[in-house]
């Protein structure tokens, strides 16, 4: 049995539950709107990167791509060259992947590496995985350097949760991030392994793939040749962990299952997904879960990196075959071919003109807070 099915549900999550169970939450309040501008202005999306991706906490992986310690990984999605790296400790950090010699980069590539320490390709500086500069040749022709002045450019980070937050800003405030590790905690995602990882190139604000994860209504109609069949139409409940969004949607199953206390039964009954501000989504599903970062790359593209993460790594061929079934059912139909799609059209179509703004129903009404707190964020 997985550790998660013997850790209890947090008292949020069985809240959300039990109003699942008592037929989801009412649909108060009428039609809202946002302007297409959100999403085809490019001063604004200046704004945005610099007044929210560039001061708050972003996730940049879940724990489970860098396992063990000893590793390390580049990474460019959000434009400037990164690295994670996990120590001979097993603390996680995020580093400007730059040596402090010339410049150029340290590490090349798209996959993690297992290394003891990082050796810069043009002069042979060496790196720990904690950042510190331990040699360089010919250390005569640097008489005064003083090696603990030359570690590695570190970015405020934390790992909470199972999921590595940095940020930009030296100021950046991580607590919201700690309080979202104990949900996460309750089904033991840092023990998750990691199956599969790709990153989508979506045309589209990345404004348009967070509202597509901050309602159900879609669920019946676009998913309905995939996992539309899987769930109820508008069961559904909500609430917020400061920024964040935190939504639970019924699964085609009885009311008594979402009204139970133990998470095997309510993974089977219960879809829970964490919208994390400003631009992650976690989907808990029956056996693996998927997380997804999303890195603006212009107003009208991004970058979405999809991560599925098991129980345990597959023993046999049909484990393997039945989480390969999961992985393309989601990241390639699901995800790829009907949520990335719907939002690239959605896209085109505000970019062309033809309407000044998007009407949002009661059953939408997550979208409209998201858009509440982009607003005050870029008000701050």
């Known amino acids: 049995?997985?550790?998660?099915?013997?850790?209890?549900?947090?008292?949020?999550?069985?809240?959300?539950?039990?109003?699942?169970?008592?037929?989801?939450?009412?649909?108060?309040?009428?039609?809202?709107?946002?302007?297409?501008?959100?999403?085809?202005?490019?001063?604004?999306?200046?704004?945005?990167?610099?007044?929210?991706?560039?001061?708050?906490?972003?996730?940049?992986?879940?724990?489970?791509?860098?396992?063990?310690?000893?590793?390390?990984?580049?990474?460019?999605?959000?434009?400037?060259?990164?690295?994670?790296?996990?120590?001979?400790?097993?603390?996680?950090?995020?580093?400007?992947?730059?040596?402090?010699?010339?410049?150029?980069?340290?590490?090349?590539?798209?996959?993690?590496?297992?290394?003891?320490?990082?050796?810069?390709?043009?002069?042979?500086?060496?790196?720990?995985?904690?950042?510190?500069?331990?040699a360089l040749p010919r250390t005569d022709a640097f008489p005064d350097l003083e090696k603990s002045e030359f570690g590695l450019r570190r970015l405020p980070t934390l790992e909470?949760?199972?999921?590595?937050?940095?940020?930009?800003d030296e100021g950046a405030d991580f607590s919201e991030p700690e309080t979202l590790g104990h949900d996460f905690d309750a089904f033991d995602l840092a023990g998750q392994y990691l199956f599969r990882r790709r990153t989508h190139d979506v045309a589209a604000n990345w404004k348009q793939i967070m509202d597509a994860f901050l309602e159900s209504y879609h669920v019946q109609r676009l998913h309905a040749a995939t996992i539309g069949p899987f769930f109820k139409d508008g069961v559904a409940s909500a609430d917020t962990i400061g920024a964040h969004q935190r939504s639970a949607v019924g699964r085609d199953v009885s009311a008594n299952d979402c009204a139970a206390e133990d998470w095997p039964t309510l993974r089977r009954a219960i879809t829970y997904t964490y919208q994390m501000f400003p631009a992650t989504v976690l989907i808990v599903s029956p056996d693996y879960v998927n997380l997804m970062t999303l890195m603006p790359r212009g107003v009208d593209r991004v970058l979405v990196e999809d991560f599925m993460l098991i129980p345990e790594p597959p023993a046999t061929d049909k484990a393997l075959a039945h989480w390969e079934k999961s992985w393309n059912l989601l990241d390639g139909g699901v995800f790829g071919a009907e949520d990335f799609r719907a939002a690239a059209l959605c896209q085109e179509g505000l970019m062309s003109g033809a309407i000044d703004r998007l009407t949002l129903g009661s059953m939408e009404s997550g979208i409209r807070l998201f858009h509440d707190a982009v607003e005050k964020a870029l008000a701050g």
């Open 1 to 134: 049995m997985n550790v998660a099915t013997r850790i209890a549900p947090t008292a949020g999550q069985l809240a959300l539950a039990k109003k699942l169970a008592e037929g989801g939450e009412g649909r108060a309040g009428g039609i809202t709107f946002v302007d297409a501008a959100a999403y085809t202005d490019p001063a604004r999306f200046d704004a945005e990167r610099a007044k929210i991706f560039a001061k708050r906490p972003l996730v940049i992986a879940p724990s489970a791509l860098l396992p063990d310690p000893g590793m390390a990984i580049p990474h460019d999605g959000y434009g400037k060259p990164l690295l994670i790296t996990r120590d001979r400790e097993g603390k996680a950090h995020v580093f400007m992947n730059v040596c402090r010699h010339r410049g150029t980069r340290l590490v090349e590539g798209q996959e993690p590496v297992c290394a003891s320490r990082l050796v810069c390709p043009y002069h042979a500086w060496t790196y720990g995985l904690d950042g510190k500069l331990l």
């Open 160 to 168: 909470a949760g199972g999921l590595i937050w940095f940020a930009f």
